[in-house]
């Protein structure tokens, strides 16, 4: 026999409406938690990510977020010291919506990201950096990638792009050519220059080293307000940043950045051919946008002409209004734009 036929109940029907626009606004409002987009009523929710993957590559378990379709054009986005993920929560919002495949991974020593070996050296050093987000696309299978990055991520994109260019498809690149040359690095700077890097010099001494360990979570937020000083930031946009700092490996993989950078600290010998490699400061010939906020508190500003002469591909320079040294974060759109410009060209 057939069922009978239920009746139209209007009591039911107005309750499971209800809950239908019950669900439909919280999963609005997580999307907005991780978007960081106001709704029609104008709310704004944190900007975070809703998920960290983590991947066993190279000599860590690399902690990362993902967004967009996972057979859209990779973009990998690299964050700097000090900051975290969090600079591209936004930019990865845009351009997954774009129908690209983001991936952001915590760089060594940051969020949870972990060395798999207590044996392995907390090697800060550019290559070593590099070398992780190789092993990063291999784990996940990506054999070219979109790059873009600032500060420590910059200079890893550029590394990339210069001695593997097969493996990255475009670049954006905030304050242009960043490759370390140990040797360059030995000559001073003007005064102004050099009084915007005194904290390589302070963290090159037993004090620094001590005063760093103790005090990262205060001194990282006087570095942001000093370097993006038109970037008005509150306490909970910094402290989902902090959040990645609190890595038991982080201070020493920062330290032996910038120590190594002057020459106070060796790197590791397996590291050395590529080193050499950089040392010549080779060209970059991928498809690149790079890019200066106006208001760096570490950069100046320029025209890109200073390192045009390293880019032999197409290259185009911005400068973008209002933006300091976080430029991602505090200018999405335009980094986003940007990432979408290189990806055209």
Sequence with gaps: MMEP???????????????????????????????????????????SFREIKQIRAGLLDIGYAEAGPANGQP???????????????????????????????????????????????????????????????????????????????????NIIAALWPERCKAMVSVNGYLINNLEKNKQPLPPKAEWGWWYQYYFATE??????????????????????PKWDFDDTTYNLSAASFNNPD???????????RLGIEPGEQQYDAIEKQLAAAPVIAVPSVTLDGDSDGVVPAGDGSAYARMFTGK?????????????????????????MEANSY
């Design 5 to 47: 036929t239920k009746k139209f109940n209007r009591r039911h029907f107005l309750s499971a409406a209800a809950l239908t626009f019950a669900a439909t606004k919280l999963s609005s409002l997580q999307a907005l938690a991780a978007t960081g987009r106001s709704d029609k009523n104008g709310y704004q929710a944190p900007v």
């Design 75 to 157: 973009v990998i986005l690299l964050h700097g010291w000090p900051y975290d993920i969090h600079s591209y929560a936004k930019v990865s919002a845009i351009l997954a919506a774009e129908g690209y495949r983001v991936i952001v991974p915590h760089l060594r020593g940051h969020g949870t990201t972990k060395f798999l070996s207590a044996q392995t050296f907390r090697n800060g050093q550019q290559a070593a950096v590099a070398s992780d987000i190789l092993s990063l696309m291999d784990a996940l299978h990506i054999e070219k990638a979109i790059l873009g990055g600032f500060d420590w991520g910059a200079r890893t994109a």
């Design 207 to 228: 004090r620094g080293k001590l005063g760093y360990t103790a005090n990262w979570h205060d001194f990282n937020k006087l570095i942001w307000k000093n370097v993006s």
């Design 250 to 260: 982080y201070v020493s993989i920062v330290l032996h950045n910038y120590r190594w």
């Design 315 to 339: 290259h185009v320079h911005r400068v973008i209004k209002g933006a300091g040294h976080n430029l991602p974060q505090e200018a999405p759109e335009a980094f986003s734009k940007a990432i």
